[in-house]
T-cell receptor, first 112, second 115 residues
């Protein structure tokens, strides 16, 4: 029962363009969502988060959008840079605790 | 810098031979987690400690055990590794699992191979 799904295993974009990574969830009790970034041979690092009381959160080149009715969130990276090439994990938790449920990840490749 | 450190980075063990992975943290966080991640899959929570309270996930096999002797250290013991246990094992910490909007801090992981 995969409660958080990232349906695109990979995404390739050109440097300078926008990268859009998508994530869907099924558990309506989730109210906090995070994106993590993972380079090879390293652990995931926190990138950006959003609470369910918001529909958008922005941090520099990274913006996360939340559509609660569709149970969908997306991460926008603009402009994309080669250093952004990594696996991006979507994660979610509910108010009952911070046990995160992760998606399978999307490998982003930004081509120079 | 405060951080989460996992040793070793790579671990090779033989089928059925017990193995222990270690994790330490300088963040002084109350909660420590162990995740298992297989290739192209989502990280899967095995168990976590809230201080000394151990919380096992319902579907974590009995083959996996954990110890937390103090706030800083946590160990993952695999009693009889099988080929299916080959994976990346990620340790993570957070301040308080009952708090809202908590985020996890991860170590670099230990890649376990079973021969």
């Amino acid at each position: 029962d995969q409660q958080v799904k990232q349906n695109s295993p990979s995404l390739s974009v050109q440097e300078g363009r926008i990268s859009i990574l998508n994530c869907d969830y099924t558990n309506s009790m989730f109210d906090y969502f995070l994106w993590y970034k993972k380079y090879p041979a390293e652990g995931p690092t926190f990138l950006i988060s959003i609470s369910s009381i918001k529909d958008k959160n922005e941090d520099g080149r990274f913006t996360v959008f939340l559509n609660k009715s569709a149970k969908h969130l997306s991460l926008h990276i603009v402009p994309s840079q080669p250093g952004d090439s990594a696996v991006y994990f979507c994660a979610a938790s509910g108010t009952s605790g911070s046990r995160l449920t992760f998606g399978e990840g999307t490998q982003l490749t930004v081509n120079p | 810098d405060a951080m989460v450190i996992q040793n070793p980075r790579y671990q090779v063990t033989q089928f059925g031979k017990p193995v222990t992975l270690s994790c330490s943290q300088t963040l002084n966080h109350n909660v420590m987690y162990w995740y298992q991640q297989k290739s192209s899959q989502a990280p899967k929570l095995l168990f976590h400690y809230y201080d000394k309270d151990f919380n096992n996930e319902a579907d974590t096999p009995d083959n996996f055990q954990s110890r937390r002797p103090n706030t800083s250290f946590c160990f993952l013991d695999i009693r009889s590794p099988g080929l299916g246990d080959a994976a990346m094992y990620l340790c993570a910490t957070s301040r308080d699992p009952t708090g809202t909007n908590e985020k996890l801090f991860f170590g670099s992981g230990t890649q376990l191979s079973v021969l």
